[in-house]
């Protein structure tokens, strides 16, 4: 993706020519020394960019699972992902036998991520060959499958983020290949429907920068409703009284925001009082640490009993909660199949009632569909996921 931003002229910090050689993109979208050292994305980075009337976000996320919590984020604030996979045998088969593409899917799966674009990467270190293309296409939709991850791949397209082939259009290196190129796919990207501007205002809190003595900016991708400057804000569970004294969008200043957009919001509030997955709202939104969830469990070591206490990542909130009790097993669909069973294990579907340890911003998947989806971590993996079903 760095490659891509280089290309439209949108990288904050112009590569040098000896990078441009060596094809060392990554620090484009870098943001920690460490990360341009090591070419290894690690938090989330954010890039605007605009094709034809459209306004795209950019969100790089890691594609370490050691740093599963900042993809889950990054992964909530999004509408589509680009799934991008190395097309060299030795990298794609590291990636399969340390189960790097199941625990994204598990991810993209948790928070209902539909409509993917498969970029199979590297395709100049295997001679653009067509074989080790579709051999690339396959094991990565096996692996979707076994998480009974079935997005709808929109696009699967050859690209190189070495030379810029197929990037922002596409170049005789594969005859074999009468596809768009990734920028063309980008363009064909449409808001999704989910995003309503007539809820009420859900503000749930990404990032926390301090901007002045006595203010600081929180960084959000507003769910529902609109936010203006002047607003009063509630924001819970802190229940923190504040307003808005500026608004912006990738650095721009805005007078308003509606669903969808990515912002920061300069408030007045102590920052020791704020942290991440709190939501702002206009009216207060539901606190609580007890709630009915359907919830899924695939890559778990043994089984989970009633008592078992995982991290709960539930929209940009992260915190620790015990399955209090396994009230039935469901189908996919979500009927139910058997009650009270007394274990889960990798493949189930169940109806649960979670306790979470300490109170926290929830909301149901009839009101809010996106602020009720949560992933489920332990032991650095993401094990499985689920939704809000009722808030008790």
Known sequence: MGHLIHKLGLA????????????????????????????????????DIRIGEQTYTIVDTPGDVGYGKNEIVGVFDSDYAIFVISAI?????????????????????SF????????????????????????????????????????????????????????????????????????????????????TRDQP??????????????????????????LRIGDKIVIMPQDLHSSVKSLENVHSAIDEAGPGENIGARIVAPA????????????????????????FVYDHPTIVRMGYTPVFHIHCAHVRGTIHKIISRTDEEGHDT??????IQNGDHVRCRIHLLEPTSIESVLEFPTLS????????????????????
């Open 89 to 109: 045998p030795s990298e794609l088969y590291q990636s399969l036998s340390v189960r790097t593409i199941e625990q994204h899917a598990l991810i993209l799966r």
């Open 12 to 47: 904050k910090d112009p590569l040098d020519q000896d990078e441009i050689i060596k094809g060392n993109y990554r620090r484009v979208l870098a943001r920690r020394k460490e990360e341009k050292l090591s070419g290894k994305t690690i938090n989330l980075s954010f890039k």
């Open 272 to 295: 020791d009082r704020l942290k991440r997955g709190m939501i702002g709202s206009h009216a207060g939104s539901r606190v609580a640490s007890d709630f009915v969830a359907n919830l």
């Open 201 to 226: 205002l859900r503000l749930p809190v990404q990032g926390l920068f301090n901007r002045e003595e006595d203010s600081l900016v929180i960084t959000a991708r507003l769910q529902s409703g609109s």
């Open 373 to 392: 989806r949560f992933a489920i971590r332990d032991n650095g993996l993401t094990i499985g996921g689920g939704t809000v079903e009722e808030v008790l």
């Open 338 to 343: 058997s009650f009270s069973p007394s274990f």
């Open 112 to 195: 209902s991520i539909h409509d993917v674009i498969l970029v199979v990467n590297k395709m100049e270190a295997v001679g653009w060959d067509r074989a080790a293309f579709q051999r690339t296409l396959m094991k990565v939709k096996e692996a979707f499958e076994r998480r009974r991850y079935r997005p709808r791949i929109m696009e699967v397209i050859p690209t190189s983020g070495l030379t810029g082939a197929n990037l922002i259009a596409i170049e005789n290196k594969a005859d074999w290949y009468d596809g768009i190129s990734l920028h063309h796919a980008l363009s064909k990207l449409r808001v999704q429907d989910g995003n």
